[in-house]
Each structure stands twice: as C-alpha cells, then as structure tokens.
C-alpha cells in the first residue's frame, strides 16, 4: 500500500446525453435517464480511483463555504470508498460546477470554477501532509503552486495533470511542466502531432514519464529510462457507455502501479484495463475495478494461452 497526495479540483457536475453535436436547438426535451447529475472533478476522480486499489490518500481540495461536507462524504460512501474528507476546506464563496454533453464518443463541456483561481490553500497542512508521502500527484491548479516547492523541499516525486497542451494554456502552468516526473496530456485539443508534442515536452521539461492519452486509438508512453516512445493499443472490457473520467483513471491506475512496481510498461497495461472498464459507466467518479479484478482481466487478454 503507498501513500499519496492528491491535490485538484472537486466540483458539482452534470452529464448530459443528447442526440448529436453540435446540439441543434430545442426549446424542450424530456428524455429519461437523459442526465447524470453528482460530485466529481479531476482532483476527487484520481483521488477515489488511488484509494479505490488500496492506496492511502490525503485529498487536498476546496469547496463553497455552503457546501454540506456531509454530501460529500454520502457520495462517497455510496460509491464505496473510504476517503477522508477533512482536507476538503470550506473556502470558497462558490461551488465549481460543470456541464458535459456527450454523444457518440464526442463532448462539449461547460465549466465555472468560480473562485478557486484566487483563493489560497492552507500551506501549513500542504507541508505536514506531504512528510510521509510516496508521491504528490496534483492538476495543474493555482491553489496547488506551493506544493512544487514543498515536494522539492521533502524530495517527493510529482505526478501532474496537466491534460490541455495548447499554447495559450501553457504559460501558466510551465512550472507545473517543469517540475513534474510524471506528466499526462490528452490528445483532446493538442495543435501539433502527438509525437512531436511527446518529443517537445521531453526535450523542454526532461520528466521521467509522458503518458499520452489519443483517445480510441490508445495512449502513448514515453519512459526517460531507456529513452522508449510506445504506442498501446485499447483493450475492451466493458461495452462503452461514457468517456468522461477516462484520462483521470488511466492516469490515476498508472500512478499507482508505477510506484508499487517501478515498471511503466506494465502500469500502462493495467491502467488501459482500469480506464476501459471505467468508460462503461456514467459519472467521472464511478466504475472503478480493484486490483484482482485487474489481475483476471490481465489474464484472459494477455496471458491466455
């Protein structure tokens, strides 16, 4: 069992099935199980996925002042995970929220982070939180910036998020870039091939680690070890449902095998299993498998013989 903080967003989001996309309008549709309505974010969905395989996690996060911290912990509790809620801070004057429509395999998403751009972390729990820690894992968020310097400082390895490489995000988050060993970027808006996104992060950044979500096609794992860029094919589990939260659980299943076994090739092929059988249900935070569920998948689809 490792130790992990995880530190990122928690927010209200809905999910949204519609016909197509772009959505034609309509003054009115009732259609049902049309939406999913509950808690999630990046920072919570790799947060519940690392204690969902046994991990143990520190979530460092913040809400509205008006938040019930008791919703929060029923949502947990209903999707059967044991995490502590008491380093989600009640700091902000409103709630992060989201809205994502999705239709055969493509998504328009609708975002209000409200505050939490300028509102600060308690850094004191940031640095006392952090001593007994394998690994820092954050989203590239202002209110984590201090935990750069205090994973330098305590000589923790950092897993960012940083998801979005196109060049008018990237100013502000070069030093979440520069700082991380692991770093993981989606294809979803990248402006040059992801090769060449691969090949300039790991000449300006040097990390130990790109993982390159391409959606349907894979992921692309680069290791600094033996200089490798490798292309992993998907694998199916579960009938596809929804993919939002696919990137947050390949990324969050890597992590974790990666520490446990310093082996990144097969952290990616069990993270590929984690996050297939995630996209077979609706709601970023849900559809988790453990461990031996893993395992037996392993063996039906590279073992058998």
Known sequence: MSKFMVAG??????????????????QFDSVPEMINSGIGGAGLNEAMALKWLGNEVDFMSMVAKNMSRRQILAYLVTNGVD?????????????????????????????????????????D????QIQDKDMVVMSNCNFC????????????????????????????????????????????????DAYECIDEC???????????GI???????????????????????????????????LFSSFIHYYVK?????????????????KIGFVGTSNGFMTEEQIEHWKQLIWHRR
Not at 266 to 272: R, S, T, Y
């Open 215 to 249: 959606g349907a096609k894979g992921v692309i794992l680069y290791t600094k070890a033996d200089n490798s860029v490798l292309e992993y094919k998907p694998v199916k589990t579960n009938e596809i449902v929804n993919t939002i939260g696919a990137g947050n659980a």
């Open 9 to 26: 967003f928690v927010q209200l989001e809905s999910i949204v099935k519609v016909e197509e996309l772009p959505l034609p309008f309509k």
């Open 202 to 212: 790991k000449q300006k950044y040097d990390p130990e680690i790109i993982i390159m």
């Open 145 to 192: 910036r201090p935990l750069i310097g205090l994973a330098r400082k305590y000589n923790k390895p950092i897993a960012c998020n940083v998801r979005s490489m196109r060049a008018e995000k990237i100013a502000n988050k070069e030093d979440f870039l520069s700082a991380a060993n692991i770093l993981y970027i989606s294809d979803d808006d990248l402006e040059c």
């Open 125 to 128: 729990l940031f640095e006392r």
């Open 261 to 277: 076994t310093g082996d990144a090739k097969e952290a990616i092929k069990n993270a590929l299993l984690f996050a297939s059988y």
């Open 83 to 123: 995490l502590r809620i008491d380093y989600i801070l009640p700091m902000l004057d409103g709630m992060p929220t989201s809205v994502i429509l999705y239709s055969k395999g493509k998504k328009q998403t609708f975002e209000d982070v409200k505050d939490i751009r300028t509102v600060e972390y308690d850094i």
